[in-house]
């Protein structure tokens, strides 16, 4: 089994509360780190396993061990029996360990039955600085992250990622409240992968699909929900320009991304004139994945202006700004990093990062231009 960098989090939350949620997309490994933290196993969508919970919830309430409930929204009437059994002990932690795929219908349960009594914990397909071989860092990209997809076996791809999306369109989307019938869940999202990294247009796609803005942006809110889509809002500046408004849409996984553009090998990939669409959101998804392995508090952004100014990722700290811009090339020019200088000088941006595939790192006073597992162990030193 590859070590998650996540499991450290996931016990420390587990020795600071009664009640940890760990929550990510269905096939990311969430049984797989739940089982080898131990305790007794049940998965909430076997109708056995309900069952044996429910006969064994005396004696499992009453007791120490850690209980680990898979899937835990399929069964709503589990919540009140969990806020039951923390607040009657309220001072022992680590007693349940709840995991979800689909994140509105686990936090709903959670807000309403556990607030203040569980914390939640995001769980990730594979990121770079997890993955054990050159080789599958070298297919992240192109296969994407998740254990079965291909970046570990790569003769899965893209059928592992297309059986994958069509079994969430036709069941698992629709199980957990989407009312869009599979076929049109499908074209929504093949039309989202051919605007990945751009400005969302939700009247657009709504003209596209026949239905209202406000129906496009309910089920996006469902593909984000399931960890499929991500939208990144825009950052907001008092800098007397008109700014953009609307979010950016990236897919979360880049495999699932090519598997719907049918791209077919990693070298057919870099033909494509999408192809910096995909590496910008490749990059954002492995920075933020990688803060959030150091447990750090921030709120991820983009920034562009009417005039062009553009930033691929603002992240706020709180008590700082950084400043990354995104390029698909390997000799990043002069012209590159003075341009992100004096958007990033915008928006008060004190730390800017020039990401590409340049093998050569040029690190200056606050800014760097660098290459991605550069600034992922960047990310680490400052934040773990």
Not at 68 to 97: C, K, N, T
Not at 167 to 179: C, I, N, S, V, Y
Not at 203 to 217: A, K, M
Not at 263 to 283: I, T
């Amino acid at each position: 089994m590859i070590p998650r960098r996540i499991s450290r989090i996931v016990k420390q939350r587990l020795a600071a509360y009664p009640a940890v949620a760990v929550v990510g997309p269905r096939q990311c490994g969430k049984t797989t780190l739940a089982r080898a933290l131990g305790g007794e196993y049940f998965d909430l969508e076997q109708e056995a396993d309900r069952l044996r919970l429910d006969v064994a919830w005396p004696e499992l309430a009453a007791g120490r061990s850690l209980v680990v409930l898979d899937e835990a929204q399929a069964w709503p009437e589990v919540f009140p029996r969990l806020r039951g059994a923390v607040d009657q002990r309220r001072s022992l932690r680590g007693r349940f360990l709840l995991l979800g795929s689909v994140s509105p219908s686990l936090m709903t349960q959670v807000s309403e039955s556990l607030a203040g009594r569980l914390s939640v914990v995001e769980l990730t397909p594979f990121l770079w600085n997890e993955l054990p071989t050159q080789a599958s860092q070298k297919r992240l990209w192109w296969c994407g992250g998740y254990p079965d997809g291909g970046v570990l076996a790569p003769r899965r791809f893209p059928r592992w990622q297309l059986d994958y999306l069509n079994l969430l369109a036709q069941r698992d989307l629709p199980t957990w409240g989407l009312t869009a019938a599979p076929q049109l869940t499908d074209r929504l999202l093949r039309m989202l992968a051919a605007i990945h990294a751009q400005s969302l247009n939700a009247s657009q796609l709504g003209q596209s699909l026949g239905i209202s803005y406000h129906t496009v942006n309910g089920y996006l809110d469902y593909l984000a929900g399931a960890f499929l889509i991500r939208r990144l809002p825009p950052y907001f500046a008092n800098i007397g320009k008109r700014l953009v408004k609307s979010p950016k849409v990236y897919w979360r996984d880049s495999g699932l991304l090519h598997a719907l553009l049918n791209v077919q090998s990693a070298k057919e990939l870099l033909n494509q004139p999408w192809v910096g669409a995909s590496w910008e959101g490749f990059v954002v998804e492995q920075i933020l994945g990688v803060l959030g392995q150091c447990d750090c508090a921030f709120q991820p952004y983009y920034f562009r202006t009417s005039d062009q100014h553009e930033i691929d990722l603002v992240l706020d700290f709180g008590k700082s700004l950084w400043a990354i811009e995104i390029k698909l090339t390997s000799a990043p020019g002069a012209r590159d990093m003075e341009r992100l200088n004096r958007t990033a000088d915008l928006v008060g941006a004190k730390t800017r990062f020039l990401v590409s595939q340049t093998p050569t790192v040029v690190e200056g006073k606050n800014q760097a231009s660098c290459n991605l597992p550069w600034l992922i162990e960047r990310i680490e030193q400052e934040f773990a």
